[in-house]
């Protein structure tokens, strides 16, 4: 059976970790429900050059295409769809990420608004005790944000800042881009060969 995962994609700085995750999801043959707010279509516009259709159908098909995927992995929902599956907590998938999460959608999670759907999507997940991952960008962080993602983490909710490493020796800006969400995959369960894991190519040396 395929597996399901909620992937939010909002307005803060960092399309091309999204990007990354879900030709990623894709690859691992995911059933994604995926939610994209007006701002982040900015960004992609901004960071990528890529013009994401409104519409749902044929933003679908649009990232399908990208990720090398069926056009059936993909279900866009829009922000005001409280009849989709992600809005309850009876058919909702229990894994969720959100990446990049925008300090305003953080906020919003850590006082329990839901004024759109992926507040609610969110939502439902830390209610049914699922696994919600956020993967803020933004610095510095205010006192604000930093209590905003206590308050999550407090209630079990996986804070990831882009903030990728360096000890790999990375070369080029997708490999940065790969550290991160190399990282996220191994918090779902998903293995991944983005990025040898610490301490394995010193094992492989030493024999």
């Known amino acids: 059976m395929r597996k399901s995962i909620t992937l939010a994609v909002t307005g803060a ?18 059933h ?16 990528e050059n890529m013009k994401v259709p409104a519409q749902n159908e044929a933003m679908a098909s649009f990232f399908a295409h990208y990720a090398g995927g069926h056009e059936e992995q ?6 005001q769809e409280w ?18 999460c925008s300090t305003g959608t953080l906020s919003s999670l850590a006082v329990g608004a839901c004024d759109n759907l992926i507040e609610r999507a ?4 830390i209610k049914e005790k699922g696994q919600l991952i956020l993967v803020p ?3 510095p962080l205010s006192s604000i944000h930093l209590q905003n993602m206590l308050t ?19 070369k080029s800006i997708d490999d940065l881009v790969d550290f991160v969400v190399a990282r ?17 190519s010193q094992a492989k040396n030493a024999d």
């Open 74 to 79: 993909i279900t866009v929902c829009g922000k």
């Open 83 to 100: 009849f989709s599956p992600v809005a309850s907590g009876s058919a909702a998938p229990k894994q969720m990420i959100i990446c990049p």
């Open 137 to 139: 960008r933004e610095m």
């Open 152 to 170: 999550l983490s407090n209630l079990g909710v996986t804070i990831m800042p882009a903030a990728p490493g360096f000890y790999h020796n990375p």
């Open 32 to 47: 994604i429900f995926l939610l994209m707010s007006s701002a982040a279509r900015v960004v992609f516009a901004t960071e």
């Open 184 to 200: 996220i995959l191994d918090h779902i369960g998903l293995d991944q060969s983005l990025v040898e894991r610490w301490g394995y």
């Open 13 to 30: 700085s960092g399309a091309p970790y999204a990007l990354k995750l879900l030709k990623m999801l894709v690859q691992a043959d995911y």
């Open 122 to 125: 969110a939502d439902v997940v």
